[in-house]
């Protein structure tokens, strides 16, 4: 059983540029959410999706956006990249009533230059 | 008063040791807790979880206990091995919310 999925592993960026990163959940989870890791520190909530909306948001702006397709996976975009946005991005995903707690994958490392 | 775990950043023990490690959550409305182990290049890993109406929770080598009055959480890892080295963060969750919550991470080193 695969658990969450994303892609790409490793991107650099330029300051500016626009990045879009991709999440599959586990089998049999409808819930997706976005964290953004700095260096040396916990992850920081950014939003969370469930039935393709966007159901709460943390403390992170507009450039940040993001997508829930029907089959469940999702999409994080970010626009007009800054220094400060060089992070690993992490996906998690939850079941139904979140019983079984959040499944993290291995997460997007991006380095904007 | 009372003595509590101080969180530390790093901690080191010996191979057959018990590591206890300690973390102070924020919000008191949090009625679920989670301990993740993070090793470098992947993402947070699911230990072990605990609810509010619980004031401790025993696992595989692990047991996580929660202390509500002083928003306390600690994990004890029995007989730690080098393979337990990694960073471990403590997550809250509020019920009805959806985001998590982590706390500052503990580095772990294990020698044998």
């Known amino acids: 059983d695969a658990g969450v999925t994303q892609s790409p592993t490793h991107l650099i960026k330029t300051r500016g540029q626009q990045v879009t990163l991709r999440c599959s959940p586990k089998s049999g989870h409808d819930t997706v959410s976005w964290y953004q890791q700095a260096l040396g520190q916990g992850p920081q909530f950014i939003f969370q999706?469930?039935?393709?909306?966007?159901?709460q948001r943390g403390n992170f702006p507009d450039r940040f956006s993001g997508h829930q397709f029907p089959n469940y996976s999702s999409e994080l975009n970010v626009n007009a990249l800054l220094l400060g946005d060089s992070a690993l991005y992490l996906c998690a995903s939850s079941p139904p009533g979140l019983e079984g707690g959040y499944t993290f994958g291995s997460g997007t490392r991006l380095t904007v230059v | 008063g009372e003595s509590v775990g101080l969180h530390l950043p790093t901690l080191s023990v010996q191979e057959g040791d018990n590591s206890i490690i300690n973390c102070a959550y924020s919000?008191?409305?949090?009625?679920?807790f989670i301990w993740y182990k993070q090793e470098s290049g992947k993402g947070p890993q699911f230990i072990i979880d605990?609810?509010?109406?619980?004031d401790k929770r025993q696992g595989q080598r692990v047991t996580v206990l929660l202390n509500k009055t002083v928003k306390h959480l600690s994990l004890q890892i029995a007989a730690t091995q080098p393979g337990d080295s990694a960073v471990y963060f403590c997550a809250e969750n509020k019920s009805g919310g959806t985001a998590l919550i982590f706390g500052k991470g503990t580095t772990l080193s294990v020698s044998s």
């Open positions: 919000n008191s409305a949090s009625d679920y």
């Open positions: 999706y469930y039935e393709e909306e966007e159901r």
């Open positions: 605990i609810r509010s109406n619980m």
